[in-house]
């Protein structure tokens, strides 16, 4: 298959996946922000001045959306799952939430132009390719007031780890560039799909995290796309999984 029919059809299956897990969450999934996650977003709330709009890019069911709201901002949630934005309107309901709106829309579909005086993306470009990385942070960028806060999460993974994994994919001809994780996508989302209600916490762990794309970009490349895109990086924090990158817009 040609690559760029391949990602589509990647993206076809990520939306899908979500949707299907969509009515376990807060049952089974995103019930617990870590530390280190609560305290980047402390950090990004403490460079905002006064109300502001806000854009939770990838929100899911809306996880991180109870601590955004709570200083008194305007959020927007944007996912391109619509099964995950129904169980965060479940959860956030606009009668208790009047600051809170979600939309369904994908990071590649952002078109908003000097909106937001802050931005998250957390979890979720690690199922981003490398041909939508530099696309999607200048869409940030375009999307953020000048001086605008982003606090991103990226696969803190070693890339060494995941050779092998290249290679399989590659016997089976599937289009891959280093760093894609996908060897076992087809038969580990297959086996997701087929679960009903789905509850990843019946898989392994590693089976769970292959049943949708990732992409683990070295943090050298990402500090290129960041700086190419228009930000400058204040702080920055490794965990086991994450790096956590806080930067602001330059201009």
């Known amino acids: 298959m040609e690559r760029t029919e391949w990602l589509k059809k990647i993206r076809i299956m990520a939306e ?6 969509a009515p376990s969450y807060w049952v089974n999934l995103g019930v617990h922000i870590d530390d280190m996650h609560r305290e980047f977003i402390n950090k990004f709330l403490s460079r905002l001045n006064g109300q502001c709009n806000l854009l939770d890019a990838a929100c899911g069911a809306g996880l991180y959306d109870g601590m955004l709201l709570e200083p008194g901002h305007n959020v927007l949630g944007i996912d391109q799952s619509g099964g995950m934005l129904t169980r965060a309107r479940e959860h956030y309901t606009q009668e208790n939430f009047p ?16 909106a937001f005086d802050g931005i998250i993306c957390m979890d979720a470009m690690e199922h981003i390719c490398p041909e939508d990385w530099p696309v999607i942070l200048s869409k940030f960028h375009q999307a953020l007031k000048p001086k605008g806060v982003i606090y991103i999460t990226v696969d803190a993974l070693e890339l060494d780890d995941y050779r092998e994994s290249y290679e399989r994919a590659k016997a089976k001809g599937l289009p891959v560039v280093y760093g894609e994780v996908v060897d076992e996508l087809d038969e580990a989302y297959a086996e997701a799909m087929a679960l009903e209600p789905l509850d990843l916490n019946t898989l392994s762990y590693e089976r769970a995290d292959h049943t949708v794309y990732h992409y683990k970009p070295s ?16 702080d920055e924090a490794t965990t086991d999984e994450y790096v956590h990158v806080l930067a602001r817009k330059k201009a």
Do not use: N, P
């Open 16 to 21: 899908s996946l979500y949707d299907h897990g």
């Open 99 to 114: 600051g809170l709106r979600y939309a369904k829309m994908g990071l590649q579909e952002m078109d908003f132009q000097a």
């Open 219 to 234: 943090m050298e490349q990402v500090r290129i796309w960041y700086d190419q895109a228009g930000f400058t990086i204040e």
